[in-house]
């Protein structure tokens, strides 16, 4: 499998290289250019939890009556990445979600998240994603980006869902950050603490472990079928041009606020 999973990193290189170098992350100057950001990018972070649990519901049996479902491996590996993502520690070592600690972090970096949580409670009350959308006022870039997750986890394929997930998070994520670190780290007030320990969280984890364990449930449940392959290589192209487009709509936002300023 380690061939095939060479053919994808290969095909997707460019676009990777185009998140990693994209020229938003040399906009964001201050604290109101990082929580522009945040108002975007919070809402990859919650549907990556959707995802994740997607996979797991999947992979696993979350049932009663238990039965035994799939590879106990695959099953071990799912598990394990869910057990970090879900039920991490923030900075005061207190169990907690990523996405709950990026909550924090924008409430610390003065983010609006009221938007975010507009969305989940009106998904949770109704379970309409356009009345959730239109109610919190999602930018469109994050809704293109959300939905594009969703037409995955309902095209009920575990190895596209295993296959966004790996290459178009796991694996990407940690040289990702690393990006934003680098333009951001030594610019910003104690602030942004939380930020920063989310970002050096996804690093260290991701980079470390969860992005093997991934590039593995992928290999597993690609197997040796080529269709499957093939999908799942479509699949993350378009999941990395989704990110970027989600990057565009960050920038083009900046853009905006900074002009504005100017004329002011």
């Not at 594009?148 to 178009?168: A, E, N, P, R, V």
């Not at 192209?237 to 004329?263: F, H």
Request: charged letters at 25%.
């Amino acid at each position: 499998m380690t061939e095939q999973i060479e053919k994808i990193r290969e095909r997707i290189e460019p676009l990777r290289q185009e998140i990693m170098h994209h020229k938003v992350y040399s906009m964001i100057e201050d604290a109101e250019d990082l929580k522009v950001f945040m108002e975007f990018h919070v809402y990859a972070v919650w549907d990556f939890m959707s995802l994740l649990k997607t996979l797991q519901n999947n992979l696993t049996c979350t049932t009663v009556p238990w039965f035994p479902v799939g590879s106990a491996e695959t099953r071990h590996l799912i598990n394990e990445i869910v057990v970090g993502e879900e039920s991490d520690v923030d900075l005061h070592g207190q169990r907690k979600s990523h996405f709950e600690i990026y909550i924090d972090a924008m409430k610390q970096c003065g983010a609006d998240t009221t938007p975010i949580e507009t969305f989940i409670a009106e998904l949770q009350q109704t379970g309409d994603f356009e009345a959730a959308f239109r109610t919190a006022g999602t930018p469109k870039e994050a809704k293109e980006f959300v939905d594009f997750t969703f037409q995955i986890i309902d095209s009920k394929k575990s190895y596209l869902q295993s296959s966004i997930f790996t290459f178009g998070r796991e694996d990407l994520i940690p040289g990702m950050f690393i990006s934003i670190i680098n333009d951001i780290h030594k610019t910003f007030p104690e602030r942004i603490s939380i930020f920063n320990y989310y970002l050096e969280r996804h690093i260290e984890v991701d980079g470390d472990h969860h992005s093997h364990l991934a590039l593995q449930m992928t290999a597993n449940l690609c197997g040796t079928n080529e269709q499957f392959w093939m999908e799942a290589e479509q699949a993350t192209l378009k999941s990395l041009q989704k990110r970027i487009r989600l990057w565009d709509g960050v920038y083009q936002k900046l853009t905006e606020r900074k002009a504005a300023m100017i004329t002011c």
